[in-house]
C-alpha cells in the first residue's frame, strides 16, 4: 500500500495526515509551531517528526517514508525558502518525494476549488493569497510578527497588553483586559508583565493566544477589545483589497478563510 502525507505547518501548531493512494485518511498527528521564518530551524524539524510520528501511532503503522509528502509551511515563500525546506524534508527523509508551499496555498483550495480566488489567514500570524483565473498568483501581508501580520492573533495580543499598558500608566482607558490577561498568566499586577515576558522569553504564539481574551472583553461591551477587533478586522479588510488589485478582481470571488482569528472571533470574520 502506498502512503501519502499532508502536513499542515502553522504558527501555532502543525497538523499532519496519513492517507493510502486513494485518500483515505488513516491517521492525525498533531505537533507545536512550525513557523519556518520565527523558530531555529531544530524546532521546525521536530515539529515535522512529531505530527508525522503522531499520525502514524495513530494508523497504527510503523513510521517509514511514504511514496509523497505535500507540506504547507507558514513562512516560506521565496525561492531560497524553498530550498531550504527541501534540503531539510530530504534530511529528515520523510517521503520519497515533497512538494512544499506556503501554507495559504492549502486554504485556497478549501475554498477555491477551480484553482483561483483568495485564501485569508489569521490565526498566530496572516497573510492572504490568490490565484487569477489566468494562473498569476498573489500575496498581501504575512510579513512576520515583527513588522507585519497586521489582523493576526499575535497582533491582536501585542494590542490587548499595550491595551493594559496604557490602562496602567492612565495613558488609555480602564478595559477588562487588564484582569484577563493578569489572571491568564497567574500574574498579580500589571508590572509583573515586564519580567514575565521579557526575562521569560515568551513564545510569540503565546502572545496570539491573548486573542481569545479580547473576544471574551468584547463580548461583554469592553471598549478597548472592541476596537482592536476592529482595527485588526479593517487591516484585513486592506490587504484583501490589495490583492484583488494586484490580480485584477472584481465582482464575487471565490475565497476561504482559516486560522483561529477567523475561524474563532465573528467580529473580526464578519467585517
Given amino acids: 500500500m502506498k502512503l501519502v502525507l499532508g502536513i499542515d505547518g502553522g504558527g501555532s501548531k502543525t497538523t499532519a495526515l496519513l492517507a493510502d493512494q486513494n485518500g483515505q485518511i488513516l491517521g492525525r498527528?498533531?505537533?507545536?509551531?512550525?513557523?519556518?521564518?520565527?523558530?531555529p530551524e531544530a524546532d521546525v524539524r521536530l515539529a515535522l517528526r512529531q505530527s508525522t510520528a503522531n499520525a502514524f501511532s495513530e494508523a497504527g503503522i510503523p513510521v517509514q517514508p511514504v511514496s509523497v509528502l505535500g507540506l504547507g509551511i507558514s513562512g516560506v515563500d521565496r525561492p531560497g525558502d524553498h530550498v531550504k525546506v527541501q534540503h531539510l524534508l530530504k534530511e529528515e527523509n520523510l517521503a520519497s518525494a515533497n512538494i512544499v508551499v506556503n501554507d495559504s496555498e492549502l486554504l485556497l483550495w478549501c475554498g477555491a476549488l477551480q484553482g483561483w480566488g483568495i485564501g485569508v489567514i489569521s490565526g498566530t500570524g496572516s497573510i492572504v493569497f490568490g490565484r487569477s483565473q489566468d494562473g498569476r498568483s498573489g500575496r498581501s501581508g504575512g510579513w512576520g510578527f515583527r513588522f507585519g501580520d497586521e489582523g493576526s492573533g499575535f497582533m491582536i495580543g501585542t494590542a490587548a497588553l499595550r491595551a493594559v499598558?496604557?490602562?496602567?500608566?492612565?495613558?488609555?482607558?480602564?478595559?477588562?483586559?487588564?484582569?484577563?490577561?493578569?489572571?491568564?498568566?497567574?500574574?498579580?499586577?500589571?508590572?509583573?508583565?515586564?519580567?514575565?515576558?521579557?526575562?521569560?522569553?515568551?513564545?510569540?504564539?503565546?502572545?496570539?493566544?491573548?486573542?481569545?481574551?479580547?473576544?471574551?472583553?468584547?463580548?461583554?461591551?469592553?471598549?478597548?477589545?472592541?476596537?482592536?477587533?476592529?482595527?485588526?478586522a479593517g487591516e484585513l479588510t486592506l490587504a484583501v483589497d490589495a490583492l484583488c488589485r494586484q490580480l485584477g478582481f472584481k465582482g464575487s470571488i471565490p475565497a476561504a478563510l482559516g486560522g483561529g482569528v477567523l475561524l474563532n472571533i465573528e467580529r473580526v470574520r464578519s467585517s
Avoid at 498527528?29 to 523558530?39: E, I, M, N, R, V
Avoid at 508583565?193 to 479580547?214: D, H, K, M, R, T
Avoid at 468584547?218 to 476596537?227: I, M, N, S, T
Fill in 165 to 232: 499598558a496604557r490602562a496602567d500608566d492612565g495613558r488609555g482607558p480602564q478595559t477588562q483586559l487588564t484582569r484577563l490577561v493578569l489572571d491568564h498568566w497567574g500574574l498579580e499586577k500589571p508590572s509583573d508583565l515586564i519580567p514575565y515576558i521579557y526575562q521569560g522569553n515568551l513564545p510569540y504564539a503565546q502572545i496570539a493566544c491573548l486573542a481569545s481574551l479580547v473576544r471574551t472583553a468584547a463580548g461583554r461591551g469592553d471598549p478597548a477589545a472592541l476596537a482592536i477587533l476592529d482595527e485588526a
Fill in 29 to 39: 498527528g498533531t505537533a507545536g509551531s512550525c513557523a519556518f521564518q520565527a523558530l
